[in-house]
């Protein structure tokens, strides 16, 4: 047996096409999917290089492989080989690929319910936390046909979209949302760098990740002045995939079912996009965020669970 990586990008589509997920699920099963290996190559985020393969001869025992996204590093294809040997060595093998980045990662799907109590889910939290990985975040996916979803008017809602010069009202609203958040990347965020610079740092990466005008705010005309109480951002891409990507509620308005509002607002855009598929992620500790979906009819179809080097 032997570690290596493709020779070239096609022999790297092949080796990802002839791999099963070590855990079945629909996010990690489209993962493989050919368009999607596709999308990854062309985008150069995936490469051959972040490819590894145990292999014996000309047969594929497993693989892991990753992406670059520059700043950050993640790992999200798992078909490690029966072997825990080999599994180990291509832990191992990404770990080290992955060490030189602030912000490394890896990310896999997993069953709906109590996903940690899984026996699969359990072995591979072995491999990793012995290459020194830790349980960052578990989290409720989900991806659901259109025709399971209605759209709900939200009269007394507001919304106006981001243009161009709005970054510093974006840091600004943020600066209010994150106090108090329950997720767990802006807790950790804070505690790292501080309210204002989280807020500017969150509001980068909104920016750089998706067009500035897919991010609506939720704008309050109360008796003291306008002003924005939240957030909330959605976009359907050209395969019809519609995804909920941000979702957030300042501190002083909560408690007033505005994340739910906001919630509808975004299902009723994507509807309106023509989006044949929706998709979303909460937290499991954001107990309230995860209500505001059920009650527009969402229901999570698996875990996502993520994983972070301290």
């Keep these: 047996m032997e570690l290596r990586s493709p020779a070239s990008t096609d022999e790297a589509k092949r080796w ?109 939290l072995t491999q990793f936390e012995a290459a020194g990985w830790r349980l960052l975040v578990t989290r409720q996916h989900y991806e659901l046909a259109a025709v399971l979803l209605h759209a709900r008017a939200t009269p007394g809602l507001r919304l106006e979209r981001a243009v161009e010069g709005d970054e510093d009202r974006l840091s600004s609203l943020l600066e209010r949302v994150l106090p108090g958040s329950l997720d767990v990347r802006d807790q950790a965020a804070v505690a790292e760098h501080g309210l204002e610079v989280a807020a500017q740092r969150w509001a980068r990466e909104l920016l750089h990740a998706d067009p500035i005008d897919c991010i609506r705010f939720a704008v309050d005309d109360g008796p003291d002045g306008r002003r924005d109480a939240g957030l909330v951002s959605w976009l359907t891409v050209p395969s019809g995939t519609g995804f909920v990507l941000q979702v957030g509620v300042a501190a002083d308005a909560r408690g007033r079912g505005l994340g739910r509002e906001l919630v509808a607002a975004a299902t009723a855009g994507l509807l309106d996009d023509g989006a044949h598929t929706l998709i979303a992620d909460t937290d499991n500790a954001n107990v309230p965020m995860q209500r505001a979906f059920a009650a527009e009819g969402w229901h999570a179809t698996e875990s996502r669970i993520d994983l972070h080097l301290p």
């Design 16 to 124: 990802l096409l002839a791999s099963t997920s070590t855990i079945d699920t629909p996010a990690n099963r489209a993962r493989l999917a050919p368009e999607a290996i596709d999308r990854t190559f062309e985008r150069g985020h995936r490469r051959p290089d972040l490819v590894w393969a145990a292999t014996e001869g000309e047969h594929l025992l497993g693989l892991v492989a990753a992406r670059d996204f520059g700043d950050a590093r993640l790992i999200d294809v798992l078909a490690l080989p029966d072997d825990p040997d080999a599994s180990a060595r291509l832990v191992r093998q990404a770990t080290e690929w992955a060490l030189p980045s602030d912000e490394a990662e890896v990310s896999f799907g997993a069953t709906a319910d109590a996903p940690l109590a899984d026996p699969r889910v359990r072995a591979v």
